[in-house]
């Protein structure tokens, strides 16, 4: 498939912002794409070259672009940082370079490297097959020496050689990550439905589809050369991860009972990292919560739980927490930070040792358990799960009315954990979806806000004083779904030990960029900006109307944003929360109506 159609396809998504037109554009892309590249489309359209959970990287910065630039275009850095300032990103810049060289005629287009092995391509066209191929090669070399930073350039040149220069935009996009077309799951899946099906209704069952595979490629290819009776039979397949089912949060024990009815469980809320774990016999794969391989921070759970096992095959989720190594009790979700390391792990593990707390079972046996109620579920986690030192079921009570919720909240919280999650007996599991089957109950709900926020860092402030050498201030934003952007809501100062400025310099200082990402929507200064890829939790007193942040801008009122009042960092690093998972701007409207509504109650006490 020529690359060319897809370049003009992302030319006219580039363009809209609006669900609908790039739903169509979608669909016209699809019509002319062959089945045996479909799943390539999906990635691409995606920005990724396979699943995420796959965690296939491309390694290629800006600086490796401006190099290969250097190189195989002959331009001057000097000539690209100016052009990039007028336009603001590198890929619009490299073509906008080549399509100045061509224009003069400077540019001999017949370049290549010879790095990559074109015997397999026709010699003229240029074809997704080809691109996807080199970008694959790309993403296979190890390592970040100067032989394999020389290799990524020659097949940097090897893409853009062929390529026009508007191709040569999405191409280098591509290579770096920043190809946002803002087209959401769900706009792919309506858009598949409807090239393969004719039936825009079906998006359903897709959803289902990529709710248990978690690869939209696999279920574009499905329903390409399938039909919907494909995607009806689809399956779960082991060692690919399910999208994991979230819980609505509810205020108090009444609030609970109102929408549970009279008879649920309450199980513990630990607060550690959420675990699937894919088993059989001795293979374990690993997934957090945003699906990402998080094997290497937990060879402990890779060695110890298959003995645990007693089933052929098995889907687990679980929360890993650390413990203290003398009384047992539950730490906070920080100290599992200690193992997010490269290097010395073995030494991370036995000195912040953890326990797995089981608390769902989705696959057993070579069976889907999704469709069992609760109670099934949990009987079957008891029966196939063998419990000892390392490996537990988290504690769980059937609870009826608010005193014994209240009385179990107790025992949870003095246990060292966040509160409770309620759940429905007699309901299925439902991956991939927030809903009220499931309900989170945790202590602080009760005061100030109602809730702490989880915002994306944008921006830092050099630190003064004790935290010279630091960021003392850091720029936060909610996650804009529609937009697919990040707009600033607070800038966070307080809250932070000596350690954790540490840490997040360490975190941080790598994801600082050259110039602010696009997706940043912010009128304030920085000092420095990031590449929005981190989340921190917050708390605040309040939330209040603001003309400079950008958070629901226009959403409560025109020409306004909404801003945290006095932000406090809890001192939690959501490293296992994608930035997509951030607090919304929709989260943040409902606690800012809320805290209205308690104001005006009160008024009328
Ligand atoms: P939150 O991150 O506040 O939305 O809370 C949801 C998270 O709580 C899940 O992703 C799990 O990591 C964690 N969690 C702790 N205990 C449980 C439990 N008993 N059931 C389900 N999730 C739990």
Redesign the pocket.
């Known amino acids: 498939m020529e690359f060319s159609i897809l370049s003009e396809s992302f030319d006219k998504m580039e363009s809209t912002r609006k669900r609908l037109e790039l739903t169509q554009f979608l669909v016209e892309l699809f019509e002319k794409t062959p089945h045996d590249v479909i799943s390539k489309i999906v990635y691409l359209i995606q920005g990724k070259l396979r699943p995420d959970f796959e965690g296939i990287e491309l390694g290629v910065s800006e600086k490796l672009v401006l190099r290969a630039a250097k190189k195989s275009l002959g331009t001057n850095e000097k000539d690209i940082i100016e052009t990039l300032n007028k336009v603001g990103d590198l890929g619009t810049t490299i073509s906008k370079v080549l399509e100045r060289k061509t224009q003069t005629g400077l540019f001999d287009f017949a370049f290549d490297s010879g790095a990559h092995d074109e015997a397999s391509f026709d010699a003229k066209s240029n074809t997704v097959e080809r691109i996807y191929e080199i970008l694959w090669d790309i993403s296979q070399l190890e390592g970040a020496g100067k032989n394999v930073q020389d290799k990524k350039i020659n097949f940097i040149s090897s893409l853009w050689n062929k390529c026009k220069p508007t191709e040569v935009k999405f191409v280098t996009k591509l290579l770096l990550g920043t190809l946002r077309l803002g087209v959401a799951e769900n706009t792919v899946m309506d858009a598949l439905a409807i090239a393969f099906t004719g039936d825009k209704e079906n998006r359903k069952k897709l959803q289902y589809a990529y709710n248990v595979s978690s690869d939209l490629g696999k279920v574009a290819e499905t329903v390409a050369t399938k039909g919907i009776e494909g995607i009806e039979k689809f399956e779960i397949t082991l060692f690919n991860p399910i999208r994991?089912m979230?819980?609505d949060r509810v205020k108090s024990e009444a609030e609970a009972i109102e929408k549970m009815g009279n008879e649920f469980a309450a199980?513990?809320?630990?607060d550690g990292?959420?675990v699937q774990l894919h088993i059989e016999g001795d293979k374990v794969v690993l997934f957090s919560?945003s699906l990402e391989n998080i094997e290497s921070y937990y060879p402990d759970i890779m060695e110890k739980i298959p003995k645990n096992i007693q089933a052929d095959n098995i889907i687990l989720e679980a929360?890993a927490v650390a413990i203290n190594e003398n009384t047992g009790d539950f730490l906070p979700f920080q100290e599992l930070m200690h193992r997010r390391r490269k290097y010395k792990i073995e030494k991370a593990i036995t000195k912040y040792p953890i326990t797995v707390n089981f608390?769902d079972v989705l696959y057993c046996n070579g069976r889907n358990c999704m469709e069992l109620s609760y109670k099934e579920r949990r009987e079957k986690l008891e029966k196939h799960v063998k419990e000892d030192e390392f490996a537990k079921y988290?504690p769980m009570k059937i609870v009826k009315n608010e005193c014994e919720i209240e009385d179990f909240m107790e025992n949870s919280i003095n246990a060292g954990s966040e509160g409770l999650?309620l759940k429905m007996l007699d309901k299925p599991y439902q991956a991939g979806s927030r809903g009220s089957h499931w309900l989170?109950l945790k202590r602080e709900y009760r005061n100030e806000l109602g809730d702490s926020l989880d915002l994306v860092v944008i921006g830092g402030y050099f630190g003064k004083g004790r935290r010279t050498g630091n960021y003392g201030t850091l720029l936060l934003a909610t996650y804009d779904e529609d937009e697919d952007n990040f707009p600033s809501i607070c800038k966070v100062g307080t809250g932070f030990t000596d350690e954790s400025l540490d840490q997040l310099y360490q975190i941080l200082n790598p994801k600082v960029s050259i110039k602010k990402n696009p997706r940043i929507i912010s009128e304030m200064e920085a000092d420095v900006w990031f590449e929005p890829e981190l989340v921190i939790e917050v708390v605040a007193s309040e939330i209040t109307l603001s003309p400079i942040h950008k958070a629901a801008l226009n959403m409560v009122r025109k020409n306004t944003g909404l801003a945290l009042r006095f932000p406090k960092f809890t001192g939690k690093i959501r490293v296992d929360k994608a930035v997509e998972d951030a607090s919304t701007n929709e989260e943040v409207i409902t606690l800012y109506k809320g805290q209205k509504k308690i104001a005006h109650d009160k008024n009328l006490m």
């Open positions: 994991p979230l819980a199980e513990y809320k630990l990292e959420r919560r929360e608390f988290i999650m989170k």
